[in-house]
């Protein structure tokens, strides 16, 4: 049985609790209330409605859309995975140590900062538009392959940055530990270092996920038909802008559970570092 | 008695502060000798440059014979033949208490799972672990985990073991468990090199005991003539310091 202060201090930290709720309920309807009043009482509104919301138009654009996004998907998968590859491996080659590695660091170093600096869409128009211009025997002309060569150009680049950072936050005592029971540089780095870091990095990767998830939709500048150019075809098709807002919400639902995914995964790190 | 380990003019530099000024000493096989000496004394750096873990700025460490301050040998082979406990540990968290114990076995030394996993866990229950096996390490006491960096360390049948002050970052009564269980290796015969601030146990297993002070070695010679007979003055002044703070006893 609980003393007679315990249940006084419980029943008062409970009434707080209470009037914070309540607080909260309050001050958002009271935003919402006058949000929605502020937008509907502009005087463009019912213009911005009939264009922007104009469910006719929503729902004649959302196959096409939707048949696009999954293009948009596909595109996300494959270039992640090459994504994760390559920036480990440029990670990697950025942390080796030594003189006679350097140009290898030097170029690993180059790379980060050329793709890291140049701005997703121009080299989206370099790799769709240049690359095809050589005339090369080999290079692919599908706007889709293209765009997915530059995503992967660019973010490879973040992402190997984000892996560095991982690996370099391993302590020196866990290479030590490797080094002194025999393991060579690469078998640290593969059974010790990189296991560790990657752990570190997950929520940092998951943002770097989440952004090229919507970034995905830029390759709609090559002419790839995926949801942004469903959406720009069916909103000349429908004269509104309506085909656009389908789109965006679409990419937000996508963008949705990668992001409780990352708060889950930074959660439970934290947890394991504070038991730790 | 053949030397297992012989060091002659070792010299280790940090920019201008000479931390190792040409230290000679020789480990026989079987033999457990104990470096002792204040903080900073380089004790711990001796122990890295043996396990070739340093670049020495002069002087030169034979193994079984063999020159492995060469830079033409390969470190890697000379470090297989060698066990570190460190002070801090240094388990691998991301892996199960067995599987730090079986990672060099199973990589390094090529033996198939079922063996390296046999032998790690004799190894785990003699330490009394074996319940811990499939345990993580932040899940074991300090004491705990570092009887796992002990098991981590023998398990690849090193010829000679390097214990860096391994009971400097445990709690008062943990200390017991670590140090019998060095003592167990001493008396099967394990060839050991140690650092330690535990006097008592130094005078209790050592075979020989050196002292060390401001990188050079002042005297060595069996434990009850440094500690109790010593020839120096400066190893009289550091024994009277550490019975000042209750470490001899």
């Known amino acids: 049985m609980t003393s007679q202060f315990q249940r006084d201090r419980l029943a008062y930290k409970r009434s707080r609790a209470r009037r914070s709720t309540l607080i909260a309920v309050l001050s958002t309807l009271v935003f919402a209330v006058a949000a929605w009043f502020a937008i509907t009482s502009s005087p463009g509104w019912p213009r911005v409605r009939s264009s922007f919301f104009d469910l006719h138009s929503a729902a ?32 990697a080659l950025r942390t080796l140590r030594g003189p006679v590695w350097f140009p290898v660091r030097a170029l690993a170093t180059a790379y980060v900062d050329l793709f890291r600096g140049l701005p997703l869409i121009i080299c989206l128009y370099l790799v ?15 706007p889709v392959i293209l765009g997915g060569i530059a995503l992967v150009l660019v973010y490879s680049a973040y992402v190997a940055e984000v892996f560095r950072a991982g690996i370099e936050s391993v302590h020196p005592s866990q290479r030590a530990a490797a080094r002194s029971i025999g393991l060579t540089h690469a078998q640290m780095m593969r059974i010790v270092v990189v296991p560790q870091a990657i752990r570190r990095v997950l929520p940092p990767l998951l943002n770097d996920f989440v952004a090229l998830q919507k970034d995905c939709g830029l390759i709609s500048v090559l002419g790839a038909v995926d949801a942004v150019r469903a959406a720009q075809i069916a909103s000349a098709k429908f004269f509104t802008f309506t085909p656009y807002v389908v789109a965006g919400l679409l990419f937000v639902l996508l963008a949705v559970p990668c992001a409780r995914l990352a708060d889950a995964a930074a959660r439970r790190l934290a947890r394991r570092e504070g038991a730790a | 008695m053949t030397a297992i380990l012989a060091v002659s003019g070792l010299v280790k530099r940090y920019g201008e502060h000479t931390v ?58 000379v470090r297989r033949r060698m066990g570190v406990v460190f002070q801090a540990f240094n388990l691998f968290p991301h892996l199960s208490v067995v599987d730090n114990v079986t990672l060099a076995p199973r990589v390094v030394h090529g033996v198939d799972k079922v063996a390296a996993t046999e032998r790690g866990m004799a190894l785990l229950a003699r330490v009394g672990l074996a319940d811990k096996a499939s345990s993580y390490p932040d899940r074991l006491s300090g004491g705990q985990q570092q009887r796992v960096a002990i098991v981590r360390a023998l ?8 214990l860096d002050e391994i009971t400097s970052a445990l709690d008062p009564e943990l200390v017991g468990d670590v140090l019998t269980l060095v003592r167990e290796l001493a008396e099967q015969g394990t060839t050991i090199l140690m650092a330690t601030h535990e006097m008592g146990f130094a005078r209790q297993v050592a075979d020989r005991v050196c002292f060390l002070d401001g990188g050079v070695l002042v005297e060595s010679g069996p434990p009850e003539q440094v500690l109790t007979r010593p020839s120096q003055d400066r190893t009289r002044q550091f024994l009277r310091r550490v019975i000042a703070a209750g470490r001899l006893n």
Request: proline share 4%; with cysteine.
């Open chain 1, 60 to 91: 004649g654009a959302l196959p096409a859309i939707l048949a696009g996004l999954w293009l948009n998907v596909r595109v996300l998968v494959v270039c992640e995975v090459l994504i994760l590859v390559i920036g480990l491996g440029i990670a």
């Open chain 1, 128 to 142: 769709g538009f240049g690359l095809p211009g050589l005339r090369l025997t080999g290079v692919p002309d599908d």
């Open chain 2, 20 to 77: 190792l000024d040409g230290v000679d000493m020789e480990v026989g096989e079987h033999e457990v000798m104990v470096l002792i000496g204040a903080s900073g004394s380089g004790k711990s750096t001796l122990l890295r440059c043996v396990n070739l873990q340093e670049e020495l700025d002069d002087g030169q460490i034979l193994l079984d014979g063999e020159d492995i301050s060469d830079p033409r040998v390969n470190a890697d082979l």
């Open chain 2, 155 to 162: 398990a690849y049948e090193p010829r000679l073991l390097l």
